[in-house]
């Protein structure tokens, strides 16, 4: 955003903005976050008086510009051209576009502070998928996953999945532990520039299948026929599975990274693997 400029109506109830928003490439808002972020302060450009004052998180932005009640819409819909999604490559201009202080009564202890409000868009993919991790590569491992794809498109919460699953030989889940692994990067395929984020043991997996409530429950209740334990030996498809993305939002410092997710499958007796698979993905600054 640049040229920025702003004046009061006479009675300091309407604020007149002009600006100018430059996008550089097409942004796909049925995929994106925006987060905002408001913070008060005692004093004028005096940080060390700032204090959090509140979060929101606006999924599917989409929406925002077609929405006429809000007491944002007139700065959006003064907009020229005319904001529609996806939001395409271009410069929009806003000339007297007018915002109603009215609305920001709502909020409680608001005079006599200064207000920083932030604006981050953020947009979540999964662009790389390693269906055999590199080290199992000549070993035929009991669980393998193929024909996967990824929809970005067709879900504004969340990306849709399709995959199959081949088992070749029965997996005990009571004997089975998951090992998942979370790295996060500075540079795209750069391993130099990664570190270690989180780490997580799924013991007894079986009960996975059971839980209906948690973010993966969606990809494995559509696999057909139906998970259950033991895993029997067969193909299992997943057509249009979704994965909520709000989970994400849970990870701090998810911004400006790129992520790394591997998935193992061992024997918890013997520690003889059965499944690996990797996952790349990154979150992108939408500005």
């Not at 608001?110 to 662009?127: A, E, H, M, Q, R």
Request: aromatic fraction near 12%; glycine fraction near 4%.
């Amino acid at each position: 955003m640049t040229e920025y400029k702003e004046h009061h109506s006479k009675d300091r109830k309407v604020i007149f903005f002009q600006y100018t928003i430059h996008v550089k490439s097409e942004v796909d808002g049925r995929n994106a976050v925006v987060h905002v972020s408001l913070k008060r302060c005692s004093k004028r450009e005096a940080p060390d008086t700032c204090e959090h004052f509140a979060n929101l998180n606006l999924k599917a932005p989409c929406r925002l510009a077609t929405i006429n009640s809000e007491f944002y819409t007139p700065p959006l819909h003064c907009l020229r051209p005319k904001v529609i999604c996806p939001l395409k490559k271009g410069i929009y201009r806003g000339v007297n576009c007018s915002l109603n202080m009215d609305a920001y009564n709502l909020y409680p202890l608001i005079s006599d502070y200064y207000w920083y409000t932030k604006i981050v868009g953020l947009t979540l993919f999964v662009n790389k998928v390693n269906v055999t991790c590199p080290e199992f590569k000549n070993k035929n491992l009991p669980v393998t996953i193929t024909e996967f794809k990824v929809n970005h498109a067709n879900n504004r919460k969340s990306p849709l999945f399709q995959f199959t699953v081949n088992v070749t030989s029965e997996i005990d889940g009571r004997n089975a532990i998951i090992y998942i692994n979370l790295t996060r990067c500075f540079k795209r395929e750069a391993p130099d520039t990664c570190e270690n984020f989180a780490h997580l043991n799924l013991k007894e997996p079986c009960r996975l299948a059971s839980v209906a409530t948690e973010f993966y429950s969606p990809i494995i209740h559509c696999l057909k026929p139906r998970v259950r334990c033991p895993l029997k030996q067969g193909i299992y498809r997943g057509v249009n599975c979704p994965l909520n993305m709000d989970a994400y939002n849970l990870y701090p410092y998810l911004l400006g990274y790129y992520w790394n997710t591997k998935v193992v499958g061992v024997n918890a007796i013997t520690k003889d693997p059965w499944h690996c698979s990797s996952y790349q993905g990154f979150a992108k600054r939408v500005n």
